[in-house]
């Protein structure tokens, strides 16, 4: 499996019983604090393999370091925040390499294992399945905010928390639940990873404003306008692929197109397994999962926002 699909990682089949994930993701500093950037960072790469329904197991970091001009401990303390994210993960840090560059980047490269006969492709989502999204949405527009000095330090703590967070655990209950597919929700927004699993799918993703979880404020900064760039991008590019609603309101449009840094899972499965898998979701402490739309047959339009 490969990128025929836009998928989250690529498979390699070793065995008929076996086959490797393999995946790399690295970004600019989205926080000040460096610690709190590795984890971020890491959280982030380990995502793709989870939304296969993979399980990690090693990681090399990748790193772009100035040099000069910033302090060797905080470049210490980025990995040190990507090794506390992957020992969480029981992911092993087997290495990494360095590059001279005028900005910060980390990330990783990260190795994964997957029962090929249980991969959790995009490609998978089928008519009358149920959408449910695993964490908030929202955090490029708080951390726009952020980066302008105006964001309170609960919304940026929040922010921080949901995209600090693995989604290990979506993944391993998903699996349970026979989820059909299923994709992250990272730079492309929401809209943007929809609009890919439906073309996939061929199929047409209806997804109800009303239902989005959200981070706490996200609307407020969008009045405010806190509007990253990468959101117009995202409405540019995958704008013409959306129906959008007569009564949908300006500001949960935004949120449609808003870039996540370290987003949740986006899964597609049968009714009853998505009412089963949010309730265990939620016993589990996940308040934020939520069934945000429904599957339907292909149309005029990948995807559907009312």
């Not at 449910?132 to 952020?146: D, H, R, Y």
């Not at 105006?150 to 940026?156: A, K, N, V």
């Not at 404020?217 to 509007?227: E, L």
């Amino acid at each position: 499996m490969g990128a025929a699909t836009a998928d989250d990682a690529g498979v390699y089949r070793l065995t008929d019983e076996l086959a490797i994930v393999n995946t790399v993701d690295f970004f600019t500093p989205v926080v000040d604090d460096p610690f709190a950037f590795g984890q971020i960072a890491a959280a982030n790469a380990l995502s793709d393999v989870y939304a296969m329904g993979g399980t990690p197991k090693t990681a090399m970091n990748i790193m772009c370091w100035p040099q000069s001009g910033l302090p060797s401990d905080m470049l210490a303390e980025i990995m040190r925040g990507g090794l506390d994210k992957a020992r969480e993960a029981g992911v092993a840090v087997v290495g990494g390499h360095t590059v001279a560059d005028e900005e910060v980047k980390y990330g990783m490269a990260v190795t994964g294992i997957i029962d090929p006969r249980r991969i959790v492709r995009n490609a998978g989502a089928r008519p009358g399945d149920l959408l449910l999204l695993t964490k908030p949405l929202g955090t490029g527009i708080l951390m726009t905010a952020f980066k302008r000095d105006q964001l309170p330090q609960e919304q940026y703590a929040a922010a921080v928390e949901t995209m600090a967070t693995l989604n290990a655990a979506s993944a391993r209950a998903m699996l349970m639940h026979n989820a059909h597919a299923a994709t992250d929700i990272t730079g492309f927004g929401l809209a943007g990873h929809a609009c890919q699993m439906a073309e996939a799918s061929t199929v047409c993703l209806v997804l109800e404003e009303w239902y989005l979880p959200l981070l706490p404020g996200v609307v407020d900064w969008i009045r405010a306008g806190m509007i990253p760039g990468g959101g117009g991008r995202n409405r540019e590019y995958f704008g013409p692929k959306v129906y959008v609603g007569d009564e949908v309101g300006d500001e949960m449009l935004e949120l449609l197109f808003d870039p996540q840094t370290s987003g949740g899972l986006l899964i597609a499965l049968a009714p009853d397994n998505a009412h089963a898998l949010l309730a265990d979701l939620q016993a589990q402490g996940n308040v934020s999962a939520a069934i945000v739309g429904r599957v339907e047959p292909m149309g005029d339009f990948p995807v559907k926002y009312i």
